[in-house]
């Protein structure tokens, strides 16, 4: 395991078995990889063990927060919280992830800092760089949990 980088149940508001990446592979400010092994996603596994591949979107949206978490320590500042408000442009090349089949998932920052921020992402086998899934995430990043708050937009 890489002692260079935290363990990912730090850099993400996610725990226990929602927290499905398994490390950090590399990250610049530019971009992010991480690890992940579909058998630690059995909380959304089919009863034969596969994970569907619609999880992808999860898995780079998770590598996302974990690029937002590294760059916010980078600057000795606490991460931002972001909301994934959608995808673009996804292509699946495949029908699930197998257990056990190791995968790299990347996210590549495309465009914006604050608000609406845009990442190019990809999921990958570890032995095999053709992409099984690729496709832009926009997420929305604020500077406080509590500009999320149910009714906050109308009482400006």
């Known amino acids: ?6 363990p990912i149940a730090d850099l993400i508001p996610h725990s226990g078995p929602m927290c499905l990446l398994d490390r950090v592979l590399e ?4 971009r992010t990889v991480c690890r992940v092994d579909p058998s630690g996603s059995a ?3 089919r009863p034969d063990g596969s994970v569907p591949v619609w999880v ?10 974990v690029h937002g978490g590294l760059a916010a320590r980078a600057l000795g500042e606490a991460p931002r ?16 992830f197998a257990p056990g089949d190791a995968m790299c998932v990347i996210a590549r920052h495309h465009a914006g800092e604050r608000g609406l921020v845009v990442f190019e992402c990809a999921v990958a086998r570890e032995s095999d760089s053709a992409p099984l899934v690729q496709g832009r ?4 990043i604020a500077d ?3 500009d999320f708050e149910i009714g906050k937009a109308f009482d400006e």
């Open 1 to 6: 395991m890489d002692e260079a980088f935290p």
């Open 137 to 140: 995430l926009n997420v929305y």
């Open 56 to 65: 992808a979107i999860e898995y780079m949206a998770q590598c996302v927060a």
């Open 144 to 146: 406080d949990w509590r």
């Open 43 to 45: 909380i959304l596994a």
């Open 81 to 96: 919280p972001g909301l994934l408000l959608g995808s673009r442009r996804v292509r699946f090349d495949a029908v699930d």
């Open 27 to 30: 990250h610049s400010p530019e």
